[in-house]
């Protein structure tokens, strides 16, 4: 189990344990609002003043409700930019006023005096932060000072992955499919220079992941099936896993091999929230499979609510109307307290299995959309969770992408739960809207809160973890790849684009860093367009981060441009 500095652990839900890890991430940003006092021109000093008191205060009341004292070591990284400073420190306490929020709704009545002083501090300093102009990026992308992009191979089409065997040598994959009806080769490319060398091909897409054990390559196939295979060279392909629900609005996750020897992956929700509707008409799957639905891993009673649409799958929509339940096909009602069995084949589960395809077993549940997967430097495994989007029949708004330590049997909270928050909180109600309800009866223990919440929409995609002689070291770097449109977009995000970017988090503090920014995405310019994957090699220690490439998102549909992926290395000036 993951702990702070003091020994608090981050997945330990009971009151005394949260009160003290909240004093404890509070205590760590002390500095940062003393930082901000020295730093803010002097018509801010003011209103830093009173955010700083107001920060004491919040520690002042947590003191209180904490049982004994908490250690705190020094963590936190105070930037040159003090503008980027403000923005970083609004951004945090408005997550942890909508923690204490919850938490005092659920009986936490310590929080409730916390809550109303961090949602005044993060106000004050979004007013700070209004007033102070953020740096402009120079030229057409910006990247860490004291570090250099280049570019490794290019005509890349739909790449997804960048992975090395056990020499360092630098293998990368190329997709074979995005969303819409675009379709390309599905296979794995060892990169020497310019030249690039097919070492497996005719594979099943979208490819989500791929790694080298012991001569032999591991792939994580999408589609409907998916399945998992292990392909030597020159002696053709195996199936290990078959059967996997990797169809709808999200496929599988990389593929992580863990101390134990078992191989780790993970499969995505087929809908944004639990129910099936338009949206999924729209991302062309609902005709496809018009009886298919979310499937749980483990038993659920269904609250019974029901959403009504247009039947999209009749003949003229207009002339017919449906009404769909939570884990049921389209235009299929739920009653209240109706049993959903748990099954092997799941959607939003973690699984692992023995190298030979023995021993599959779900892992952890209740995960929208794990796309990166990674074992930490000390064994722990760490997912990185697409958080809701504002669509569908069931809209959910505000929504960060999430970090999760995975516990052994834990539930995260899908559909219920976003980022380790019930949707019903007022941050999570859609725009002109009534206040979300739950889709399950009852709920499981939630395994714990997220390591780190990114930004909503940034699609934080894969990540690795930065080796000292990189710099940075122990941080994780995460390749975000952008919004897919307007479904995927936070209407309360005014003028912000998140993703097209390289970032590194420290988890400890909450702090989430640009590394490297697309300052004009879209554009399919000479730099990296919508990161996917960013990935040390253990040879050279520089970061591998492929690019996707140009993918049109417009009302409706995506348009993907073929050829215009690439693989690119930083590396220390």
């Known amino acids: 189990m993951l702990t702070l500095e003091g020994g608090i652990p981050l997945n330990d839900r009971t009151p005394e344990s949260l009160s003290r890890r909240y004093l404890q991430r509070a205590l760590l940003l002390r500095p940062l609002y003393q930082a901000v006092c020295a730093l803010v021109p002097p018509d801010g000093q003011p209103l830093a003043r009173q955010a700083l008191e107001l920060h004491m205060r919040e520690v002042e009341l947590l003191q209180g409700a904490s049982a004994g004292p908490v250690e705190v070591t020094p963590g936190p990284e105070v930037p040159d930019d003090p503008a980027l400073l403000v923005a970083e420190l609004a951004e945090l306490a408005a997550q942890a006023a909508t923690e204490y929020e919850v938490g005092a709704g659920q009986g936490q009545h310590a929080l409730e005096a916390v809550a109303p002083v961090t949602t005044e501090k993060s106000a004050v300093l979004r007013e700070i932060a209004q007033r102070m102009e953020r740096r402009p990026g120079q030229g057409d992308y910006?990247?860490?000072?004291?570090?250099?992009?280049?570019?490794?191979?290019?005509?890349?089409?739909?790449?997804?992955?960048?992975?090395?065997?056990?020499?360092?040598?630098?293998?990368?994959?190329?997709?074979?499919?995005?969303?819409?009806?675009?379709?390309?080769?599905?296979?794995?490319?060892?990169?020497?220079?310019?030249?690039?060398?097919?070492?497996?091909?005719?594979?099943?897409?979208?490819?989500?992941?791929?790694?080298?054990?012991?001569?032999?390559?591991?792939?994580?196939?999408?589609?409907?099936?998916?399945?998992?295979?292990?392909?030597?060279?020159?002696?053709?392909?195996?199936?290990?896993?078959?059967?996997?629900?990797?169809?709808?609005?999200?496929?599988?996750?990389?593929?992580?091999?863990?101390?134990?020897?078992?191989?780790?992956?993970?499969?995505?929700?087929?809908?944004?929230?639990?129910?099936?509707?338009?949206d999924n008409y729209i991302l062309g799957w609902l005709v496809q499979h018009p009886h298919e639905h979310d499937v749980p891993a483990r038993a659920i009673r269904l609250a019974g609510d029901n959403y009504w649409d247009l039947n999209w799958l009749a003949g003229d929509p207009r002339r017919d109307q449906a009404w769909t339940g939570a884990f049921k096909p389209f235009g299929t009602p739920a009653r209240p307290g109706e049993v959903i069995r748990g099954r092997l084949m799941a959607n939003g589960a973690l699984y692992r299995v023995r190298l030979d395809g023995s021993g599959l077993e779900v892992v952890a549940d209740g995960f929208r959309n794990v796309f990166g997967l990674r074992f930490s430097p000390d064994g722990r495994l760490l997912a990185l969770n697409h958080g809701f989007d504002g669509r569908g029949l069931r809209p959910v708004e505000g929504d960060w992408d999430s970090l999760w330590e995975v516990v052994r049997g834990g539930w995260y909270g899908w559909p219920d739960f976003a980022s380790g928050l019930p949707v019903t909180a007022p941050r999570f109600r859609p725009r002109g809207q009534p206040q979300l309800r739950f889709a399950l009866l009852e709920h499981p223990p939630l395994a714990g809160q997220p390591l780190l919440r990114p930004a909503p929409h940034s699609a934080s995609m894969k990540f690795d973890f930065a080796p000292r002689e990189f710099g940075f070291a122990g941080q994780l770097f995460i390749a975000q790849f952008g919004p897919g449109g307007p479904m995927t977009m936070d209407p309360r995000a005014a003028g912000a684009t998140p993703g097209f970017r390289v970032v590194r988090a420290n988890p400890a503090s909450g702090q989430v860093r640009d590394f490297y920014v697309n300052r004009r995405p879209g554009t399919g310019g000479n730099w990296p367009e919508r990161p996917i994957d960013v990935k040390f090699c253990p040879r050279d220690r520089c970061l591998y981060l492929v690019d996707f490439g140009v993918l049109e998102a417009v009302p409706g549909h995506f348009i993907p441009h073929a050829g215009s992926g690439s693989l690119w290395r930083i590396r220390r000036a």
Request: charged content about 15%; proline content about 6%; overall charge negative.
């Open 142 to 278: 910006t990247l860490e000072p004291g570090y250099v992009l280049e570019r490794v191979v290019s005509d890349l089409t739909y790449p997804t992955s960048v992975l090395f065997d056990g020499d360092g040598g630098v293998y990368v994959v190329e997709g074979g499919f995005t969303y819409g009806p675009a379709k390309g080769p599905a296979r794995v490319l060892k990169v020497d220079g310019q030249r690039l060398t097919v070492v497996a091909d005719g594979l099943q897409g979208p490819v989500s992941g791929a790694l080298w054990h012991q001569g032999a390559l591991y792939v994580a196939e999408g589609g409907a099936p998916g399945r998992i295979s292990r392909v030597v060279p020159g002696q053709g392909r195996t199936t290990l896993v078959s059967g996997l629900r990797t169809f709808g609005d999200h496929y599988g996750s990389e593929l992580a091999l863990g101390p134990d020897g078992y191989l780790y992956f993970g499969v995505g929700t087929a809908t944004n929230s639990g129910v099936v509707g338009f």
